[in-house]
């Protein structure tokens, strides 16, 4: 069973950043594409943004484009995702999937249980 565990969220100020974290075990990690989504309170879910399994093509909602950055290192199993000059909007329970192809991010078939970001002064 596919398993996808997210660290590295907490309390930000606005303009602030945080790098997230998600280890992922039982599958073969550098066969998959990734994603990450965050589901704000009372809002449903937003996917935010992908990264293809050799990590050679990256995308992003135009919500976060230029202020995040996702990547990946195949040899720990692990996707990051650099979030700066984050705003009182981004506060949200962000999750780390997997992705059903290799080079398709929109797809996906497993989730983490999230790693909550809040940005507040």
């Known amino acids: 069973q596919v398993q996808l565990v997210e660290s590295g969220g907490g309390l930000a100020q606005p303009g602030g950043s945080l790098r997230l974290s998600c280890a992922a075990s039982?599958?073969?990690?550098?066969?998959?594409?990734m994603s990450w989504a965050r589901q704000a309170p009372g809002k449903g879910l937003e996917w935010v943004s992908g990264?293809?399994?050799?990590?050679?093509?990256?995308y992003y909602a135009d919500s976060v484009k230029g202020r995040f950055t996702i990547s990946r290192d195949n040899a720990k199993n692990t996707v990051y995702l650099q979030m700066n000059s984050l705003k009182p909007e981004d506060t949200a329970l962000y999750y780390c999937?997997?992705?059903?192809?290799?080079?398709?991010?929109?797809?996906?078939?497993?989730w983490g249980q999230g790693t909550l970001v809040t940005v507040s002064s």
């Open positions: 999937a997997k992705a059903l192809y290799s080079d398709y991010v929109y797809a996906l078939d497993a």
């Open positions: 039982r599958f073969t990690f550098s066969s998959y594409a």
């Open positions: 990264i293809y399994r050799a990590g050679s093509d990256t």
